[in-house]
């Protein structure tokens, strides 16, 4: 039957929401964690294109009309479909649906975290955990992403900033748009205090940057060591 931690005899339905960049631009992360809820027994609804946008990004642009416009009209979308909590991969989202709408919502790490148990473990290795600045430093979704990697088998080496005092990887708040070259070196200095040769993390913004900008080290997103 599947779990959707909503109580009410199910009357209302668990949605998952991956956000824009991962929609667009990193589908095997959407997979990968599609494949990870099924797995687990999570019950969950997709909306596909009828969803837009959380709006995060233009209010971080300086267009709070248009952010307010898409909070109205995700709502309508959310109350219409008998959406009752959502999970979602992308911290940005996360911090947009707690704070402006009025909805429940939670970071997928939060909802896998429920069943460690059921997580086989795989590895026996050490590794780097980057925190993102929103999950970290703004939501406090700091051991979660931590219980999951050490339940694989992983020893979580910690960078000197981490947690709610995570260093920003330089992909937040359009950095990455506007200003590409500091934000390409702030990911580098991160990376050169790796000490492991893999670093991972549970945000799709700070894992494309550091992607890009890895070199002799393996950037993962959590999705691809929990698959």
Do not use: W
């Amino acid at each position: 039957m599947g779990i959707n931690f909503l109580g009410n005899k199910f009357s209302k339905k668990n949605l998952f929401y991956p956000g824009c960049l991962v929609k667009t631009l990193l589908p095997h992360i959407e997979q990968n964690y599609e494949e990870i809820l099924t797995n687990l027994g999570v019950k969950f609804e997709k909306l596909k294109d009828i969803e837009v946008c959380c709006g995060l990004p233009a209010l971080h642009a300086g267009y709070p009309e248009d952010f307010y416009r898409l909070v109205n009209k995700n709502e309508e979308v959310f109350a219409n479909q008998q959406i009752g909590r959502i999970i979602t991969l992308c911290p940005e989202c996360l911090y947009a649906f707690k704070t402006e709408y009025s909805i429940k919502a939670e970071h997928i790490t939060q909802t896998i975290s429920r069943f460690l148990p059921l997580i086989p473990k795989k590895f026996d290795e050490e590794i780097t955990y980057y925190d993102s600045c929103y999950l970290g430093r703004k939501l406090g979704v700091t051991e979660e992403p931590r219980q999951i990697l050490r339940a694989l088998g992983f020893e979580v080496v910690e960078l000197d900033k981490n947690r709610e005092n995570v260093q920003c990887c330089g992909a937040g708040g359009n950095l990455k748009l506007n200003s590409p070259r500091i934000a390409d070196k702030i990911a580098q200095q991160i990376l050169k205090d790796v000490k492991t040769q893999k670093i991972i993390t549970a945000c799709p913004h700070c894992y494309r940057h550091l992607k890009d900008n890895a070199q002799g080290i393996e950037v993962l997103e959590l999705s691809e060591v929990l698959v």
